[in-house]
């Protein structure tokens, strides 16, 4: 295929490359005439291992060619690949001015084109906010267009690589997504990326601007962690390497899809007290823990926020279906169901309890006193189904995938239902009135 490359920077240099090395004819493009001129003479304008081979091998087999005019680049290609900066604006958001120029030379480079008929795919690699190409790439490509479909799509294929193993990363992705709604840009970019070894996953715009958002909050999360637990067990005489390295080899809880699904608050017996506990530790030894500290409060604000979303809509009788801290155990401990339930009897809603695992006669020891402390009249919010707590409910908040539960919904549907675990199913996602907490 026929590719300009836009941005001839880390992303850049690197994706020329690889595609030139992988058959494809490549032009790419940078405002700087520096990199460009580097690249024209066989070096790359960045440091990655292997790059400057690759480079070198494109340009003198002719497969990669530069140039600082971007319509120069786009003319006659099939698709062109924004890999343009994306800096911080003042404020922290996202400068896309680089991005939008880049588009802009994109639509007058194919208004002007010499084969005005050939599909051509824009698609943005730069790390770019999602709404970003629905609400401004291509309404900028429209203006001077016309509306997209037969001439030309759009797309979102976020960059995973590292620096520092750029190339590697390149040819080795942890998974590529082309993020459109054009079949013809998913079938073009499924073409242009054949080499690797899974095909590209096709999903909505935003899905895929978010997911690259998601992929680096959790990795500074992660480095964040690691650090946060250090700085405390240092002074507690334990060299946390070791810790951390027997922590990552738990792929199952620790390492693993576990615990990374949204959804409602944790709780439970050990989360929050042993949270409480660490936080105790580094107040103990003088040491902040803002990220592991902020997890409790974020917690809350997830209880507080479902509790607005209960209250801000009419409406005084809530069935609360489920309500031990997770499906298949009746421990009430610190669940932020009870919390939920506490908080709406006190501003004087009708709640109406159900949970499938919980027996009020089976109750004993602290469980019991955690829910006879919170709620001391829990027999009488009690429902014996979920089909009784539906009974006469303005809006059911579920945190309870128990078939039961389901069909009891799917029978007698309140007119609202706020699902807390995304566990339901598709008849009950249909039906009018349901809302995901966070989808
Ligand atoms: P970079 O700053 O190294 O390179 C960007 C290049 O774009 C520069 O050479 C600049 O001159 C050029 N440019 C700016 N406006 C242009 C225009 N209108 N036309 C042509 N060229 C133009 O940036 P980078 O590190 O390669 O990152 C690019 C994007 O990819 C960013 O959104 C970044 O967040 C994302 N990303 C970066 C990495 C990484 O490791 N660096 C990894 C994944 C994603």
Redesign the pocket.
């Given at each position: 295929m026929k590719a300009a490359v836009?941005?001839?920077?880390?992303?850049?240099?690197v994706t020329a490359a690889a595609l030139a090395s992988r058959g494809h004819e490549v032009c790419g493009?940078?405002?700087?005439a520096s990199?460009v001129e580097m690249i024209a003479s066989g070096r790359s304008?960045?440091i990655e291992p292997g790059l400057d081979e690759l480079v070198a091998a494109a340009v003198s087999s002719g497969s990669l060619r530069t140039s600082t005019d971007?319509g120069e680049a786009v003319r006659g290609a099939d698709v062109s690949l924004v890999?343009?900066?994306?800096?911080s604006a003042p404020g922290g958001g996202t400068d896309l001015g680089?991005?939008m120029?880049?588009v802009d030379?994109i639509a007058q480079a194919l208004r002007d084109s010499a084969r005005p008929k050939a599909f051509h795919s824009v698609v943005v690699?730069?790390?770019?906010p999602p709404g970003t190409v629905d609400d401004l790439v291509t309404p900028a490509i429209e203006r001077t267009l016309g509306p997209a479909g037969a001439a030309y799509g759009t797309a979102m294929c976020?960059?995973?690589?590292?620096?520092g193993s750029?190339v590697a990363d390149f040819f080795d992705p942890p998974f590529t997504v082309v993020g459109t709604s054009s079949a013809a840009v998913a079938s073009a970019m499924t073409e242009l990326l054949g080499f690797l070894d899974a095909p590209p996953r096709v999903v909505e715009v935003r899905t895929a601007e978010a997911l690259?958002y998601a992929c680096n909050a959790f990795h500074a999360t992660k480095v964040s962690f690691a650090n946060e637990l250090a700085r405390v067990f240092r002074l507690l005489d334990i060299d946390s390497r070791q810790v951390m390295e027997l922590f990552c080899e738990d792929h199952s809880l620790n390492i693993s899809p576990r615990y990374l699904r949204p959804g409602f608050a944790f709780g439970g017996p050990c989360l929050p007290k042993d949270l409480r506990s660490l936080l105790h530790m580094a107040r103990m030894n003088n040491v902040d823990l803002p990220m592991l500290a902020g997890t409790l409060v974020s917690n809350d604000l997830t209880v507080a926020e479902v509790v607005d979303r209960i209250t801000i809509e009419g409406g005084l009788v809530v069935a609360l279906l489920g309500l031990s801290f997770k499906a298949s155990s009746d421990d009430l401990r610190e669940s932020p169901n009870v919390q939920l339930a506490e908080t709406l009897l006190g501003k004087g809603y009708q709640v109406k309890i159900h949970d499938p695992v919980v027996k009020p006669s089976r109750l004993v020891g602290t469980n019991l006193q955690f829910v006879e402390s919170r709620l001391p009249h829990l027999q009488r919010f009690l429902a014996d189904s979920a089909l009784e707590a539906l009974d006469g409910a303005d809006v059911a908040v579920v945190c309870s995938a128990d078939a039961a539960v389901i069909d009891a919904l799917i029978a007698r549907p309140p007119k609202r239902i706020l699902d807390l675990n995304g566990e339901l199913g598709e008849a009950v996602e249909a039906l009018h009135g349901y809302e995901g907490v966070g989808w």
């Open positions: 836009l941005g001839l920077g880390y992303v850049g240099t493009a940078d405002i700087d990199k304008p960045v971007v890999c343009v900066g994306t800096p680089y991005v120029r880049a030379d690699r730069s790390t770019v976020p960059e995973f690589l590292r620096e750029g690259k």
